[in-house]
């Protein structure tokens, strides 16, 4: 398949427009090579933020970039509508939903996905959220339980549709639990007088001892506190069996009762068909060297949350972070043109630039290597550090404006049921609920 005009020079496809094949293509804006990115969106999104337009208190559109637009100066970039089947390393080719495409270098920068260990029922009723449309998913059921729960004379039938319990109590879990818990202090009450906020249950569970294991101990000591002054049961060396829609069960026995469980307990790689077993570790994650190229291959690499860069330093390869995917795509960029000009590569080193996390309004917990503090001034440079993230003046001005207002009425944000969603299936309307029902 011609994807780009006929060249002279070598033809780099990208697959995936996050944070890594973002920085790859940008890295070769000026270089002597031609771009072809390949997504099944044709829009960015910025992850981190995904957790407020579940709530309601940011639109989709804010956090998602046109990359058509994101490019649209940078001459020898070219973007496709497609998804990526299999990778033929033999032929460098790639088989896609629009035909087979050509490359001289290959990029896989195909991000992650939610992983549910193998318990299908716990894939099937519980909501993941990696992407805008499990986000808005997962806005539209938690809305849809609290109209049922309006309907609900008895408290006991209430109970389930008010019980909302968190699987993972990494960044994206203990983010989304302050939010829900936010939303029912100040302003469930204000949509919905039938009910109590003293009756809105929330749950935050890990198999690990603390929240937010990768960070410090006084940052994790932290975002337990503030989660329990929020209202929020942490549920610590708890490994969750079973959910099937009604209830969770955990391993030492412990029920609850619940609609509602979100799922933030682990990722893995989303890896395209045509790669060795022997080349996938663990987490399915491809293995690399130290520029990010496919063991064994000369001009394939990987990048991101599906790399798996195996080191003395890195036993366990880097972690699931924008950052690591960011420098791991401007090192590729570089040693491309390096391959491109017959020149030297450099190997990746990663700069851990530290970790933040929010737990609501004024709370914040900050690792800035040797430096560590919580409260509202970590609290402002997340938000700092997150508004200079986002592409697109717009986008950061849409976000800063809702913040404000959200900061200042307690109030702010869309809290549409736009379509109705059911067990994995989007429905359209009441009727079509019935009917699948």
């Known amino acids: 398949m011609n994807t780009t005009d006929q060249s002279k020079f070598p033809l780099v496809v990208i697959v995936g427009g996050g944070f890594g094949g973002l920085e ?52 020898n970039f070219r973007f496709r509508l497609a998804e990526v089947n299999s990778v033929n390393a033999d032929k460098n080719t790639i088989d896609t939903n629009i035909g087979e495409i050509a490359y001289d270098y290959l990029v896989i920068a195909t991000g992650s996905t939610t992983n549910f260990f193998g318990n299908k029922e716990v894939e099937h009723f519980a909501m993941p959220m990696k992407s805008i449309p499990e986000a808005l998913n997962l806005r539209y059921q ?14 006991e039938e209430r109970e389930p549709y008010l019980t909302f319990v968190l699987v993972g109590a990494g960044p994206t879990g203990v983010e989304l639990a302050g939010a829900i818990a936010e939303f029912r202090n100040h302003v469930m009450e204000k949509d919905y007088p039938e009910l109590k906020k003293e009756d809105v249950k929330i749950y935050l569970a890990d198999f690990l001892p ?32 079973n959910y099937d829609g009604n209830q969770i069960t955990f391993e030492d026995g412990k029920v609850i009762k619940t609609k509602s469980v979100i799922w933030s307990a ?33 001009n394939i690499f990987a990048i ?19 950052q690591v995917a960011i420098q791991m795509g401007d090192n590729v960029g570089k040693n491309i043109l390096h391959l491109v000009n017959g020149e030297t590569t450099e190997p990746f080193k990663y700069n851990d630039k530290g970790s933040l996390a929010t737990i609501g309004r004024n709370k914040a917990v900050a690792d800035l290597g040797k430096i560590k503090f919580q409260g509202f001034f ?12 986002l592409l697109g003046t717009r986008n950061k001005l849409i976000v800063f404006l809702n913040w404000m207002a959200n900061y200042v009425n307690y109030n702010g944000g869309s809290r ?7 067990h994995g299936e989007v429905k359209e309307n009441a009727e079509e609920v019935t009917k699948g029902e």
């Open 24 to 75: 790859v293509a940008t890295r070769l804006a000026d270089a002597p090579v031609e771009v072809l990115m390949l997504d099944k969106h044709n829009y960015h999104t910025f992850q981190p933020l995904l957790y407020q337009v579940a709530l309601g208190s940011l639109e989709s559109e804010s956090i998602a970039f046109s990359l058509r637009k994101n490019f649209g100066g940078q001459k």
């Open 210 to 241: 603390k929240a937010l294991a990768p960070f410090s101990d006084q940052a994790s000591n932290a975002a337990h506190d503030y989660l329990q002054n929020l209202g929020v049961e942490l549920l610590l060396n708890a490994k969750v069996s």
């Open 304 to 322: 991101g949350d599906v790399a798996a860069m195996i080191t003395p330093e890195t036993p366990k390869g880097h972690p699931g972070v924008a």
């Open 142 to 155: 938690i809305f849809q339980n609290l109209e049922d729960a309006v309907l609900k004379k008895v408290k």
């Open 378 to 389: 970590a609290w402002l440079i997340w938000i700092f550090v997150h508004l200079f993230s």
């Open 266 to 298: 682990g990722v893995m790689g989303v890896v395209p068909e045509g790669f060795a077993k022997d080349k996938i570790e663990r987490g399915n994650k491809i293995r690399v060297d130290n520029i990010c190229r496919v063991d064994g291959l000369s």
């Open 416 to 422: 549409l049921i736009i379509r109705r969603f059911v």
